[in-house]
């Protein structure tokens, strides 16, 4: 307030009246005129220090800009400036709506304000009578200095220090386009960015931009914030689309933040229905857990979601978290260790569930070997039959009754069976090469005819092994359709030193094909292109363990037919005796080979001598073929098949 208004209101109105009073009545007087004089001076001092000279007013951003001033019936006063600044009469005296006098006077700006003295004025009516006269300084705008934390969580809004308190100016922050306000708080800014798309663990550079009404109030300022890393989930004590076989009353998330807070659900998905699951959730640490009163029910599918989470530190889940599970039924078979055949006839066969079984179950009760008898027992999750009694070829089937409880008290509603046959072949080591390797026979059938089938009596024709291991893994099988009253013989590898060592002849040297003692066998053997073999054919017939081993196995059958397989020449060849023609023709057909019946020496180059199937015809008076495959190592049981077949039913 100026010093002479000052002056002026200390003055009391009724010394004021007197002086006046004096000065009307004897205006004429000398001495009055004086006083007058005084009177005057003081009132035109009172005038300029009221109105001639400015007064000088500090714009604040921070607070209402105002200053003290006495002004009678403020409604006539009318602003005389520029328009940067609107004048507002406040306080004072009123009588209804009419305001007789107001004791201060406020600048609020009407545009954004700079820096430097803006001057104005105001006076009633706008004249020049009792005008009063303001300088308003203007200072810096409020600076804006950063970002108060170096990281914060998206859930909380980015707090800005200002270098003052601004009621002034509105705020808002933006990011790729979008905008969110501020909220002035004391020197600080609170700034939202949940609607502005931000990312969890990202650094951005986000624009500020001061706003006067809504102008734009200068260039937009760039504000560093880094929101913090979202919360994640780091496991859960269900996998996603686990068969559950407990009966959980819980279920948890573990997160890598503890949570302050979190919401979560448990829904039973049915089809297109989903019902709640009333389940109560608790923070336990890290953990969220989910809990709830009653068992689940069995063969359902549930899902977890965990919808939101908190951490302490602010920072949210990165969307909705959910997993779906299954709850299983009882024990339900995953796999039995045999096939549909080819068991052996004292197998122990295992079948395995896919939970562990309860110790209280009768498993006797339960499960039942029909066809053969078995001891069965439970081990773990497993029931193990152990096989008895059952011929060979014989077929059994295993069962298993509907009721098998798991460890968890949940019983299956379903049964299980597996049928089977045991293994059709019977196996005997009829002797052993020169170097102690086993030569095994393979036996299937029952009856008293046999058909016998040899391989690999030349080291180097694999091929011929390769065929009758094929027919022996076949009949493993099938070996129950062989007809009554015949019998097949499976002799694979008759050189199993010469197959193992890819060599012709054995480790002796001799060739056994020609060891065997026909009315043709010779020691020295002829060769190809004229050659000779001193002792190729053996020292004496049947010198050799190999060919011994055969000609007993041999002769201890009632030969109806034998078959042997060599390499290579895609031909039949025939002892010539009985109907071994007529074999040897109807094999020859069906594979689409040639035959050499009667002039082989002139298709392999060379006299044969002390053959098996010459030897079988003479010794046994029974036919014999042989069969030239195309190749030495080739596999070429499939294409002879039926030929194989069509010989078991000679």
Request: hydrophobic share 40%.
């Amino acid at each position: 307030m100026q010093p002479w208004y000052n002056l002026l209101m200390l003055i009391k109105l009724d010394e004021l009246r007197m002086l006046l009073g004096q000065w009307h009545p004897n205006v004429f007087n000398l001495a009055n005129r004086r006083t007058a004089l005084v009177a005057g001076i003081i009132c035109c001092l009172f005038y300029a220090g009221l109105f001639a000279l400015p007064k000088r007013v500090s714009f604040s951003y921070a607070t209402p800009t105002c200053t003290g001033e006495l002004a009678l019936l403020p409604g006539m006063h009318r602003a005389v400036d520029d328009g940067k600044f609107k004048l507002e009469h406040r306080g004072g005296l009123s009588v209804g709506k009419l305001k007789l006098a107001s004791t201060k006077i406020c600048f609020v700006p009407n545009a954004a304000p700079r820096q430097g003295v803006v001057r104005m004025a105001s006076a009633p009516f706008g004249g020049w009578m009792f005008r009063g006269r303001y300088d308003v300084a203007v200072g810096d705008a409020p600076r804006v200095l950063g970002a108060v934390r170096p990281a914060q969580a998206l859930s909380q809004p980015v707090e800005l220090a200002l270098s003052q308190r601004d009621t002034v100016f509105r705020y808002s922050l933006y990011a790729d386009g979008k905008a969110q306000p501020c909220i002035v708080k004391s020197a600080r800014l609170m700034c939202g960015v949940d609607r502005l798309g931000l990312k969890q663990g990202t650094e951005y550079a986000l624009k500020l931009q001061r706003w006067f009404g809504d102008t734009k109030a200068g260039e937009a300022s760039v504000v560093q914030i880094t929101i913090l890393p979202a919360i994640k989930v780091i496991g859960a004590s269900v996998r996603p689309d686990e068969l559950v076989y407990t009966k959980p009353r819980s279920l948890d998330v573990a997160l890598d933040k503890p949570p302050v807070t979190a919401a979560a659900k448990l829904e039973l998905l049915d089809g297109d229905k989903v019902a709640p699951v009333n389940a109560r959730v608790k923070v336990d640490g890290v953990r969220v857990l989910l809990a709830w009163d009653e068992d689940l029910p069995r063969e359902k599918t549930f899902r977890l979601t965990l919808t939101g989470a908190v951490a302490a530190d602010g920072s949210l889940l990165d969307g909705a978290y959910s997993l779906n599970f299954r709850t299983s039924g009882g024990p339900t078979v995953l796999g039995v260790n045999i096939g549909g055949a080819g068991v052996a006839g004292d197998a122990r066969v295992v079948v395995t569930f896919d939970q562990t079984l309860s110790k209280d179950i009768d498993i006797a009760r339960l499960a039942g070997v029909s066809g053969g008898g078995a001891i069965i027992s439970r081990q773990g999750k497993q029931v193990v039959f152990a096989l008895r009694g059952i011929p060979p070829c014989g077929a059994f089937t295993l069962n298993i009754a509907p009721g098998l409880v798991s460890e968890d008290s949940v019983a299956s509603g379903q049964g299980w069976s597996h049928a089977s046959r045991i293994n059709c072949r019977s196996t005997r080591t009829i002797g052993y090469s020169v170097r102690g390797r086993p030569i095994q026979a393979y036996f299937y059938g029952s009856g008293p005819t046999t058909v016998l089938f040899t391989g690999g009596i030349h080291g180097d024709e694999a091929s011929g092994t390769y065929i009758m291991q094929d027919w022996a893994s076949h009949l493993d099988v099938n070996g129950y359709k062989i007809p009554a009253g015949k019998q097949v013989v499976i002799v694979p590898n008759l050189n199993p030193d010469g197959i193992a060592l890819g060599r012709r002849y054995n480790v002796n040297n001799v060739n056994i094909d020609r060891n065997f003692p026909s009315s043709d066998w010779i020691s020295d053997i002829s060769l190809v292109n004229g050659q000779v073999l001193p002792r190729g054919g053996g020292v004496v017939p049947l010198s050799e363990p190999e060919t011994k081993a055969i000609a007993d196995l041999t002769s201890s059958l009632q030969l109806r037919a034998a078959i042997s397989y060599h390499a290579s020449g895609a031909v039949v060849g025939a002892n010539k005796v009985a109907d071994s023609v007529a074999i040897g023709s109807r094999y020859a057909a069906g594979a689409g080979y040639g035959t050499v019946f009667y002039d082989p020496e002139a298709t392999f180059g060379y006299t044969l001598t002390g053959e098996y199937e010459t030897w079988i015809g003479e010794k046994l008076g029974a036919p014999a073929i042989l069969i030239e495959l195309p190749t030495k190592g080739g596999r070429y049981f499939s294409r002879h098949l039926n030929m194989l077949w069509s010989m078991v039913s000679l």
